[in-house]
């Protein structure tokens, strides 16, 4: 059981837990979860990780379709700038692989981004703690539990 999956457990947050069979060869995570899980990639966003200028992390969530913007990130944070974490610091701040990243039960609580587009939908997909399984829950629950900001941060 992931940390994901133990914290939805401890809360009132209504989910849905789907596993696939994850290919080893596969490089897009994101993209071979929608395709497995047959939902569009805007409904299905991954977990990114950044650095701002004074060394502090920071979560941005996107859809899988699109990109970050560091740009943008970096405006919703109040920073001058940022860029992607390294995978190492990655692992080791969320406690989580590659490719397997949750935003929730994270070993360090980082603020956090949503791409305002999650709010177009019902429900979302993001990842549950390790490769081959996602959560699908509301975009405001994810919200609130994380106490982030949905914000304009892909492109």
């Known amino acids: 059981m992931t940390p994901c999956m133990r914290l939805l457990k401890k809360t009132k947050i209504e989910y849905k837990?789907?596993?696939?069979?994850h290919d080893d060869a596969?490089?897009?995570?994101?993209?071979e979860a929608a395709r497995k899980l047959g939902v569009a990639q805007e409904k299905?966003?991954?977990?990114?990780?950044?650095?701002?200028?004074?060394?502090?992390?920071a979560i941005g969530i996107v859809p899988v379709s699109k990109k970050l913007s560091l740009k943008a990130m970096a405006k919703a944070l109040g920073a001058k700038k940022i860029a992607m974490a390294d995978a190492?610091?990655?692992?080791?701040?969320t406690g989580?692989?590659?490719g397997g990243v949750s935003p929730l039960g994270q070993k360090k609580k980082l603020k956090t981004m949503i791409d305002e587009s999650a709010k177009e939908f019902d429900s979302i997909f993001?990842?549950?703690?390790?490769r081959g399984l996602e959560v699908e829950l509301s975009p405001k629950d994810?919200?609130?539990s994380m106490q982030a900001?949905?914000?304009n941060i892909a492109i």
Request: aromatic share 14%.
């Open 88 to 93: 190492r610091d990655v692992e080791k701040i």
């Open 126 to 130: 993001v990842s549950a703690g390790k």
């Open 96 to 98: 989580y692989v590659l």
């Open 149 to 151: 900001k949905f914000e």
């Open 26 to 31: 596969c490089e897009s995570y994101g993209e």
């Open 142 to 144: 994810l919200q609130e």
């Open 17 to 21: 837990l789907v596993q696939y069979s």
């Open 44 to 57: 299905v966003f991954k977990t990114l990780v950044v650095v701002t200028e004074n060394k502090e992390f």
